[in-house]
């Protein structure tokens, strides 16, 4: 543990969500290498089979098995303050429920057997919901799991889950709600009761990835709606994500851009045919002020919510590593990690 | 870029083609996109119904939409001087599922199948529902023969190929050997044979551990009951399958020059050309065009940085900064910088669609520039669709 505070502090299962397009494994995977410092250990989960978490990090697919896949930033000043880990696990809800069954009634060659004859189709793709609370379940079980040897007392110190987008997250994490309709009693029923005793704890908290735009903004608003409805899920932060960069001042840029001005300033720093290459630039500027606006606009509705906000620049070259490490570097200065 | 340019303008005033259906993964505007291609037909003189699956509410609100009701509804405001018109909907795929069980059994039946538990979540949350109900609705739409163009909106699935495989997994299930054993308690003495049926018996004792014995009761009530309308639903699909195949229907891809988006717009040429079903092209959508200014990226840095040094030196040498050339300068400079940036993007989009078009040579594509504001009314809508015909 380090001495300094983070805005979330006693939370253990992060679960990130998003509208299609924000970026959500991108920050969901640098959340967690944010989250591994200092010796500490974090689970990433990736909870619907894309394998988006293993091609951020240059791995081959990866398995249903927890895998350790990158080294958090260690803090070398001191020299004895080491990284931490970063483990990933690709959940896929037929794993999920071979899973459950070997872990909760010793019944994994049974289980082989139903896939076979079609019972993983019926139970985690049919019967509804199911296959939400194997997840979820699987998420909750390794945040839950002890480790004697370790300084928390606990295997992993965070997991982070990659969660399904904003628009279904709702349903996703309502677990007991949604097998209710189906198994009032039971044992799925009492498997969803005790993931829900994880999920809606503060030690959950489900943090929103969103661009400044209208559409996910909305999907935003509306998903922090959605949680805060059903009651004991903890809202986490909103990370605006692909940021626009801040090149001037507000009222620099409304300032009309003088052309003249800027030719003359152009033909000082070397550059030909800048009559019209000003006008060009000015008019770009102009766009940029505008979307800039609207960006503004955008953020106010996102910081009336009241939840923290942090902010990560869009990577023009692309998602790397090394962007990945940028990234949660940012995270942990906003606070977030 | 080497790959045939698409011609949408061709394909939605050519009256042989009949349904447009547009895909893609989530978040790279497949509703705007289908939204935007009907009005398009619509004010060419076609007669347009454009479906919809969970569409942002001002979007909706634009189309005059403001509810699930499963009904066509004329949009106003579109420009009919062609001869064209142009309807929409909303899917909803609880009242589309109902209304399948209501028109194939009798009324008695259709009751006990709708008050069923396990029906009702299967209706209204089975993964693959939404996307099964997105393509009856459109068979339906299409049987009705009132429209002569149906643009499609699919469901925002996980994966764009969903779209494909739901219908044939609900199918499956609906039809299924599992499901079969469930209807058919296990008596001694069946032909399954002792081995068999100790088996099965470990597996419904498995199964009632894991689901409940309550769940399995409601499943096998509810299968009984649906037994008449399995054959139905097998056929259904089929024919549904068989309409996506057929030689009026165009799938156009959607998405943005993202790789998480590309890869699955490969996925989907793919799956498509093994289907045998045809591809019209991929909508670029969002690209990020260079613009009239041309300076390269390199240029327009280093000239924001000789500037940068320079208003250093005279902050230094004046101490005045609120001096009317630094004022400029700095305008200057910031416009260097972002012009640089927005060069690099657009070479980055250029790379990464780049490496889908080598990859697909002959699939047409159109690129589509971002725009800065969603889009909010017919206007709008409009103008996206302007952006759509090829450039002269």
Redesign the interface.
């Given at each position: 543990m380090t001495a300094r505070d983070t805005d979330w502090d006693g939370v253990r299962l992060h679960v990130v969500t998003g509208k299609g397009g924000t970026g959500k494994t991108t920050v969901a995977a640098a959340l967690a290498l944010a989250l591994a410092h200092a010796g500490r250990k974090v689970l990433l989960i990736e909870a619907e089979g894309r394998q988006g978490i293993a091609r951020l990090f240059d791995r081959p697919p990866l398995p249903y098995e927890e895998r350790k896949i990158a080294i958090g930033p260690g803090e070398a000043e001191d020299g004895r303050n080491p990284g931490g880990d970063v483990y990933a696990l690709a959940i896929d809800p037929e794993g999920a429920l071979l899973d459950y069954l070997q872990m909760f009634y010793n019944m994994r060659g049974i289980g082989n057997a139903l896939t076979k004859l079609g019972m993983v189709d019926f139970a985690t793709t049919i019967a509804p919901g199911l296959s939400d609370v194997l997840v979820t379940g699987k998420a909750t079980e390794a945040t839950r799991r002890k480790q004697p040897s370790s300084s928390s007392g606990f295997s992993y110190d965070a997991v982070v889950l990659d969660a399904p987008p904003t628009g279904r997250v709702g349903r996703f994490l309502n677990v007991s709600a949604e097998v209710s309709g189906l198994a009032k009693v039971g044992p799925v029923r009492v498997h969803a009761d005790s993931v829900a005793n994880v999920i809606k704890s503060p030690q959950t908290a489900v943090h929103f990835v969103c661009t400044l735009e209208e559409m996910p903004v909305q999907e935003t608003l509306d998903g922090i709606a959605e949680l805060r409805s059903v009651g004991g899920l903890q809202v986490g932060g909103i990370v605006i994500n692909m940021a626009p960069p801040t090149v001037l001042s507000r009222e620099e840029l409304q300032a009309q851009p003088d052309t003249a001005a800027m030719a003359e300033a152009l033909t000082a720093a070397g550059l030909h045919n800048t009559d019209e290459l000003a006008k060009e630039l000015a008019d770009e500027l102009a766009g940029h002020a505008r979307h800039v606006e609207l960006a503004e606009h955008e953020r106010a509705e996102l910081e009336a919510v009241g939840q923290p906000v942090y902010e990560l620049p869009l990577v023009i070259e692309g998602i790397d590593l090394a962007a990945l490490h940028r990234l949660a570097a940012e995270l942990r200065d906003q606070g977030a990690a | 870029m080497t790959n045939p340019q698409l011609d949408i303008d061709r394909i939605i005033d050519d009256r042989r083609t009949r349904i447009v259906v547009c895909c893609g993964?989530?978040?790279?505007g497949k509703t705007t996109t289908a939204a935007a291609l009907g009005l398009r037909a619509a004010e060419r003189g076609r007669q347009v119904c454009v479906l919809t699956v969970?569409p942002?509410?001002?979007l909706a609100q634009s189309m005059g939409l403001t509810s699930l009701d499963n009904t066509p509804r004329l949009v106003d405001g579109v420009d009919d001087e062609a001869g064209g018109s142009l309807h929409a909907m909303m899917l909803d795929m609880k009242r589309t599922f109902d209304e399948i069980v209501e028109a194939h059994a009798d009324p008695a039946r259709a009751a006990q199948i709708l008050a069923n538990?396990?029906y009702?979540?299967?209706s209204?949350?089975?993964?693959?529902t939404q996307e099964y109900m997105a393509m009856e609705k459109l068979g339906q739409l299409r049987r009705s023969d009132e429209w002569d163009l149906i643009v499609v909106d699919t469901p925002?699935s996980?994966?764009a190929l969903d779209f494909l495989d739901a219908p044939e997994?609900l199918g499956?299930?609906l039809d299924?050997?599992?499901?079969r054993?469930l209807t058919s308690p296990v008596k001694a003495g069946r032909p399954f044979g002792r081995m068999l049926n100790a088996?099965f018996s470990?597996?419904t004792g498995?199964?009632t551990?894991?689901?409940?014995?309550?769940?399995l009761r409601?499943?096998q009530t509810f299968v009984t009951a649906f037994d008449t309308m399995f054959g139905g639903f097998r056929e259904r699909a089929d024919a549904t399958y068989k309409l996506l195949q057929a030689p009026g229907t165009s799938f156009l891809v959607v998405a943005?020059p993202?790789?998480?988006?590309l890869r699955e717009a490969s996925y989907f040429v793919e799956r498509l050309a093994e289907e045998r079903m045809p591809l019209a092209g991929l909508l670029l959508n969002r690209v990020h065009s260079a613009?009239?200014?041309q300076?390269s990226a390199a240029?327009s840095q280093a000239?924001?940085e000789?500037?940068e040094t320079?208003i250093l030196n005279e902050r230094v040498a004046s101490a005045s900064s609120a001096d009317?050339?630094v004022?400029?300068?700095?305008?200057?400079?910031?416009?260097?910088?972002?012009?640089a940036?927005?060069m690099?993007?657009g070479e980055?989009e250029r790379r990464?669609a780049g490496s889908f078009m080598s990859a697909h040579p002959a699939v047409p594509v159109v690129e589509v520039p971002a725009l800065?504001?969603?889009v909010h009314d017919l206007a709008g809508l409009r103008r996206v669709g302007e952006s759509f015909a090829v450039q002269g």
């Open positions: - | 993964s989530g978040g790279v969970d942002a509410r001002r538990p396990f009702q979540s299967l209204s949350s089975f993964a693959g925002p996980r994966s997994r499956r299930f299924g050997r599992l499901i054993l088996g470990m597996m498995a199964m551990k894991v689901l409940g014995a309550q769940v409601d499943a943005t993202e790789p998480a988006a613009g009239s200014c300076l240029r000239a924001a000789t500037l320079m009317y050339s004022a400029a300068q700095t305008a200057t400079a910031a416009a260097l910088r972002l012009h940036s927005r690099n993007l980055r990464v800065p504001e969603d």
